[in-house]
Every structure is written in C-alpha cells, then in structure tokens.
C-alpha cells in the first residue's frame, strides 16, 4: 500500500460508514412514518397531488441513484435546503459534490500531517475528510439564510402590493401575479410559485401553506 493511498482509503471507509448509519436511520424512520401513516385516517388533497405530478422531483439525474436516495427522508430534506437556498441543484449532485470536497480535504489534510507520526497523520487526514464534506452544505446553508433574511424584508412590499391590487377590484390570483412582476428575487419567485400552484386548482389555503412551509 503507498502511501497516496492512505488518505483516498480512510475518506473511503468514513464516507461509507456514514452513509450506511444515515441510511439505517432513515430506514427506521420510514418504518415507523408508514405505520402511522396506515393508522391515521385517509384524507384527499387532489389539490397537492395534481401538481406533485408536475414537479420535478428528481434527486437525481442518475434513475438507481435517484431510487436509493429516495429511501432516505434526509436526502428529501436536503432537497428542500436546496429548493430554500434558491439554488437549481439537485440533492444527488450536492452528495457527489459533498464527496469530491471530502476527498480534497482529506488528500489536504494527510499532506500537511506528513512529518507527524502515523496516529496524527490518520487524525488530519479523517479531520480533513469530515471539514471538506461539511463545506458544501454550510455554503447552502448560508445561501438559504440570506435568502430567507432577504424574503423577510420583501415581504411588507409584497403584502402592500397584494393589498393596493385587490382594493383597485383585481383578483386574487391577478394581485398574486402584480408581485411577481413588480418585485424581485426572491419575493417573485416564491409568489410566481404561488400563482402557478393556484393555477394548476390547488385551493388558495394550501398554495399559502406551501409558501409558508417552503
């Protein structure tokens, strides 16, 4: 075994074991999510399912990679950061690019442990590995937070907007319109969001429970 190896090896096996503790966890979850699911009485929302049919929801472009991350409700989550941070990313992308940064911070991380001894070497390179994958998701992290600090400061327009058109005699749906067009990122977007879901028959109430959700 060479040495180049050492590092690509320890990134390997610490990828690997979290990934299969992630994946047992949501597993667990899942169980659990389904029998309550059987338990709890059924109720018909034809509104949510007409336009989760026009969704993209894809994690991935890739369909066995796409069907394995779709059994971890964290990976789901992880959809919905990206969708948050405004970011055209797909949650499969992000794992890959969430790797590749780990390897880089490992393959750091063992250069610059080289005059150390072996157990220090091995303590770099693993804390390399674990601070390059962390790197990816902290910068969506960070987008998803301005971009909800930004909406916050938008939205007293937006709701003076919606107020001013609906007082003019417009319609609901024309007011919701009226914002997109005269507001920016990310108020527009999240509204236009709210006017195509209206306009695919989802009822007005759940439309606005997605905007607040999302």
Known sequence: MTQATIPILVFV???????AAGMLLDQRRARARLIRE????????PGRETLALLRDEMLSRIPAFDTLLRRSERVSRLQILLDQA???MRAGNLLILCLFSGACGSAVGYVL?????????LLFTVTGAALGMIVPYSYVNWRRTRRFQKFETMFPDAIDTLARAVRAGHAFTVAVEI?????????STEFRKLFEEQKYGMPVRDALLNLSER
């Open 13 to 19: 096996a610490v990828a690997c074991g979290a990934f």
């Open 38 to 45: 059987r338990l709890a009485p059924e109720q018909n929302q």
């Open 86 to 88: 405004g970011l055209s």
């Open 113 to 121: 442990a080289q005059p150390l001894p072996a157990q220090e070497t």
């Open 179 to 187: 914002i997109c067009d005269e507001l920016s990122d990310p108020a």
